[in-house]
């Protein structure tokens, strides 16, 4: 399955694996490469927020493209946001250059103004190149960049390399209703929504005309279950799927502490050996864990999988 326009299902949202000392877990990596296939994601995205990109050194970000495009069966997007054009460029064409299907594009936080957000992504096209296909980023609670219908349009619009809008804006429900009206009434191009938020909203987002998820919860299993009942009408059976695990997605969806939820979720689940995180980290408190864990516990009686 290839990236494009027509993309759909679940691109993981993969975090990045460390030891207790820091350096990377290429085995957790190699797991968890294969764990994200094993659970029907479509794609798989890295070094994105959560991949706790901004605190790699060059190197590392290229290794653990390296070894995620060359064990992925599925295609890979590589979060290349930078504060400067000349490392973002350099991250996406060795990216490409390494096999991954695509780049993801975050605005930085200081735009305001829809011309600047306008400028902006037009410089960062020239920059990584016309011909990297990439993926337009709209998270407006983490990065405080606020992009209306109109701009996303005219970005996509403008840039034909863009295929794919990862929608987490919130409330971000209508803003989806509003840009595939405007697919509809000839205003705008193809191209993909694939929604983050932890998941938080997919009960809805796929009525709406989003094609899937593009996030990290610790059951990707359960998102392509979700995203499929969707597609076949099965609208009682995905909501009663999305309500078992609302309170774990709730849970996680707390800012600052949300990527330690999720991999204390994937190290039980057995995908990474540890949960540690590079410094400055929010770690979970022993609370905290034992909250988690419960919440497993209840969700393992209307979902198995959640039975560790």
Not at 168 to 175: R, S, V, Y
């Amino acid at each position: 399955m290839t990236f494009g326009v027509e993309s759909k299902g679940v691109y993981a949202i993969a975090t990045t694996p460390f030891l207790e000392d820091g350096s990377i877990d290429f085995n957790s990596v190699d797991r968890l490469t294969d764990f994200y296939q094993e659970s029907g994601c479509t794609g798989i995205t890295i070094l994105g927020i959560m991949g706790e990109a901004p605190k790699l050194e060059p190197e590392e970000s290229r290794a653990i493209v390296k070894r995620v495009v060359s064990r992925a069966k599925i295609p890979v997007i590589v979060g290349v946001s930078a504060p400067g054009f000349a490392g973002m460029r350099s991250l996406a064409r060795d990216s490409m250059e390494m096999g991954a299907a695509g780049v993801m594009i975050a605005p930085p936080p200081a735009l305001r103004t829809d011309d600047q957000i306008v400028n902006y992504f037009a410089g960062a096209v020239e920059a990584v190149g016309d011909d990297v296909p990439w993926v337009l980023q709209d998270y407006p609670l983490t990065l405080t960049v606020v992009m209306s219908p109109g701009v996303i349009a005219k970005i996509i619009s403008n840039h034909p390399s863009c295929l794919m809008l990862k929608h987490e804006d919130w409330p971000g429900l209508e803003k989806i209703s509003r840009l595939r009206a405007m697919q509809k009434s000839g205003e705008l191009r193809p191209f993909s929504i694939l929604c983050g938020n932890g998941g938080m909203f997919l009960d809805f987002e796929p009525e709406r005309g989003a094609d899937g998820a593009m996030t990290g919860y610790g059951f990707p299993d359960m998102l392509t279950e979700l995203v499929g009942l969707f597609a076949d009408g099965k609208r009682d059976e995905a909501h009663d799927l999305f309500d078992a695990h609302l309170p774990l997605i709730r849970y996680e969806q707390q800012l600052g502490v949300g990527l330690a939820v999720r991999k204390h979720v994937l190290k039980r689940r057995g995908v990474i050996a540890t949960d540690a995180q590079r410094k400055p980290a929010q770690m979970l408190s022993a609370t905290a864990k034992a909250e988690v864990d419960y919440l497993l516990g209840r969700l393992a009686k209307r979902d198995k999988r959640a039975a560790l």
